[in-house]
């Protein structure tokens, strides 16, 4: 039996429909050190991709069929399972090169070659994952081959592989069997496996259900959210992925960026082809990793996650409480730019929202620490705000370049980027705008104006740790100053308290204390007068309800 072009694209199709069906199941599965995005999804959204251009695909070619759902793979691939299938594929579109019809051997070969480059995209490849259940179905593949070509003898040695690879997991990885779940990656594989084998066996397109709650052939108790069974450190903050478009004039190879990436992280993969760069990593430095790869090229996409938040939500949910209600987006409605200034801001908190709009700015953000907004978010800010000129605040070191990427994306008016990296910064920016002056002398003005203001802040210990030779237990009370921690304390009215004396200068002249949604009004109260009393009436000190998550007390001192 052979298969042309139309008949693999119908078995992708339903493989895509499988996992579809599945995702929220393969969901539960992922556990450490934490799902960097949801893998079912991952892997669902990513072949989705491919289903999505082979719609619009007439060929009964396997060549092409390979082809097209290789080169959108890559570009739709999320996270790092959603990469690996891409190169899986990517094995595909070489193996059947130059083939319109393709047997069982043929489909075993380019698995094969799928299997070795995702092997070599992976830094350190860990077996026990998606990688070893592609291992072990191609290896079961070409044996079956070795005795019958024929397509459904060797494509059902791969499915039967597949399965006992991923049943085989939880002996490669420790952590899965203490979780007593299998690989999810692993698992979201299968699902594809065996959605193509329905296809190649009986020309039936699993169904896409609209409910894809749907449960797979694993238990309930099996399929219980792994995520946060363990509170191991996440050694890294922030999943970072992105699409450079490859400069032909670039000589370097994409290896060289791989072996950068491996300095400021783990969880490395790179890979390539003629026209594009897909990158993952998880680092500390996103904005180190997107400075490199313009190196090579422009930054199509960009996608940052914050994996510490994603824990701590999954445990949130563990343990039967339900997360913090998400606020309603605001719903924004692009408009003509007719005003000749505009400003967009970045901020966490009714507080600091207000804030901000008195300051000028006509759309605010929400995001901050732990809760970036996409380059999206802000995009559709300054859509909304009807100036030629757009000023916009991230007041996060961590949003500067979401916000930077906005620039590329408007053509119809101007957006400035002020680098502030906190709320003091951006409040300060704010307040040093000058109507009387042109756009570019502004944009000099509010830059130059962020150094002069000092941040401190005060938070908890998300986890042990250690400072100084001193131990800090989680949730400890702890202040940074301009971003470094120099105190522990046991209230925040304290820590604050020794964070001013520490800032204030001898030419400091105003101190604004801003007080957090887990701060009361007498504990606020408390600490302004603390420092009314320490500092007199030579410093001005104000006190404001920011509302903000995450810090007790931001303090702003110039």
Same mark, same amino acid.
């Given at each position: ?9 119908? =078995? ?36 989705? =991709? ?24 890559? @570009? ?28 069982? @051997? ?20 860990? *077996? ?47 952590? !899965? ?29 699993? *169904? ?15 399929? @219980? ?17 992105? #699409? ?35 990158? $993952?990593? $998880? ?6 990793? !997107? ?16 994996? %510490?938040?994603? $824990?701590?939500?999954? %445990?949130?949910?563990?343990?039967? @409480? %339900? ?16 005003? *000749? ?21 006509? $759309? ?10 996409? +380059? ?26 979401? =916000?930077?990427?906005? =620039? ?13 990296? +906190? ?7 704010? &307040? ?17 104006? &962020? ?59 105003? #101190?604004?204390? #801003? ?23 030579? #410093? ?19």
């Amino acid at each position: 039996m052979m298969i042309n072009g139309e008949a693999l694209k119908n =078995a992708i199709i339903s493989g895509a429909n499988n996992i579809t069906n599945q995702k929220n199941k393969i969901n539960d599965l992922n556990i450490f050190p934490v799902p960097d995005g949801d893998t079912g999804t991952n892997m669902s959204m990513t072949i989705n =991709a491919a289903v999505k251009e082979l719609a619009k695909k007439e060929t009964d070619s396997a060549e092409e069929i390979a082809l097209c759902t290789a080169s959108s793979m890559l @570009r739709g691939a999320r996270g790092n399972s959603g990469v690996i299938l891409s190169l899986l594929f990517r094995g595909f579109a070489k193996g059947l090169k130059g083939r319109h019809n393709a047997d069982g @051997r043929d489909l075993a070969v380019a698995l094969g070659l799928g299997v070795e480059a995702a092997y070599k995209a992976v830094a350190k490849p860990a *077996e026990g994952t998606i990688l070893t259940v592609a291992r072990v179905a191609y290896e079961k593949g070409i044996k079956a081959a070795d005795e019958n070509s024929e397509l459904l003898y060797v494509w059902d040695a791969v499915c039967e592989g597949a399965q006992e690879a991923l049943e085989q997991t939880p002996e490669l990885l420790p952590v !899965l069997k203490k979780a007593g779940v299998v690989d999810a990656g692993g698992k979201g594989l299968c699902e594809i496996f065996e959605g193509m084998m329905s296809y190649f066996a009986d020309n039936i397109i699993i *169904e896409l259900k609209e409910d894809n709650n749907t449960k797979s052939d694993l238990s309930d108790d099996e399929f @219980r959210s792994a995520a946060a069974e363990f509170d191991d450190d996440i050694t890294f903050t922030y999943c970072t992925e992105f #699409i450079v478009g490859r400069d032909e004039s670039v000589t370097t190879e994409p290896n060289d960026l791989r072996l950068f990436l491996e300095t400021i992280g783990d969880c490395v993969v790179v890979v390539d082809d003629e026209e594009i760069i897909k990158v $993952h990593v $998880h680092t500390e430095q996103p904005g180190d990793a !997107l400075t490199k790869a313009l190196e090579f090229g422009q930054l199509l996409t960009v996608k940052i996650e914050n994996m %510490k938040e994603q $824990h701590k939500k999954a %445990k949130e949910e563990n343990e039967g @409480r %339900k997360p913090a209600p998400k606020a309603e987006k605001e719903k924004l409605t692009p408009c003509e730019p007719t005003d *000749e200034i505009g400003f967009v801001a970045v901020a966490a908190g009714d507080g600091l929202c207000e804030l901000f709009k008195d300051l000028g700015c006509l $759309h605010v953000v929400s995001g901050g620490q732990s809760m970036n907004p996409s +380059t999206d978010d802000i995009y559709e800010a300054v859509m909304a705000t009807p100036a030629k000129t757009v000023f916009v605040l991230p007041n996060n070191k961590n949003i500067i370049m979401a =916000a930077q990427q906005t =620039a590329s994306l408007v053509t119809d008016r101007q957006v400035v980027v002020i680098p502030s990296k +906190t709320i003091p910064q951006g409040i300060t920016a704010m &307040l040093s705008f000058d109507g009387d002056l042109s756009a570019e002398s502004n944009k000099q003005l509010m830059s130059d104006s &962020l150094s002069t203001v000092d941040t401190g802040l005060v938070t908890f210990a998300a986890r042990d740790s250690e400072f100084g030779g001193k131990k800090i237990k989680e949730g400890e009370i702890i202040a940074l100053e301009n971003g470094k921690l120099t105190i522990t304390e046991k209230t925040p009215v304290k820590a604050v308290y020794k964070l001013a004396k520490n800032l204030v200068k001898k030419d400091t002249s105003f #101190i604004t204390l #801003i007080y957090g949604d887990s701060v009361s009004q007498d504990e606020a109260n408390e600490a302004l007068h603390m420092l009314q009393e320490k500092f007199g009436s030579a #410093i001005d000190v104000t006190l404001v309800d920011g509302g903000q998550p995450v810090y007790y007390f931001i303090l702003s001192v110039e």
